[in-house]
């Protein structure tokens, strides 16, 4: 998976977890497996006082190749449909997301 195989609001959701490195996107909106912006997520940055700010790596390339975790990220979006998440990112990569269920998707 490249940047560039994806969809522009999977490549936009890419872009904001790799500038906020560390924090949380929450209520994200996320309509037929896609994330959408309208109404806007809500994104908390943690920036850590007690050490030197590191340079983000340049991850600006379109064939640049990402990670399994944004591959996991990125199928479970596709299994969930429509619904709202949150997401934890660490290091500029998605690290955990948080679905929001009904009891009724559990509970058979």
């Known amino acids: 998976m490249t940047k560039s ?6 490549r936009r959701l890419v ?8 924090g949380a996107i929450e209520n994200l909106l996320i309509r037929r497996g896609s994330p ?4 806007e997520p ?3 940055q943690a920036v850590k006082l007690d050490a030197e700010s590191e340079p983000a790596p340049d991850r600006s390339g379109a064939s640049l190749t990402l990670g399994k975790g944004f591959q996991r990220l990125f199928d479970q979006l596709s299994r969930l449909g429509d619904g ?3 997401l934890e990112v660490r ?12 009891y009724k998707e559990l509970v058979r």
């Open 15 to 22: 872009e904001i977890i790799e500038g906020l490195r560390f």
């Open 5 to 10: 195989s994806l969809n522009p609001d999977q």
């Open 42 to 44: 809500r994104i908390v």
């Open 91 to 102: 290091h500029g990569l998605p690290f955990r997301l948080v679905l929001e269920r009904r």
């Open 36 to 39: 959408c912006y309208e109404p």
């Open 84 to 86: 709202t998440v949150d």
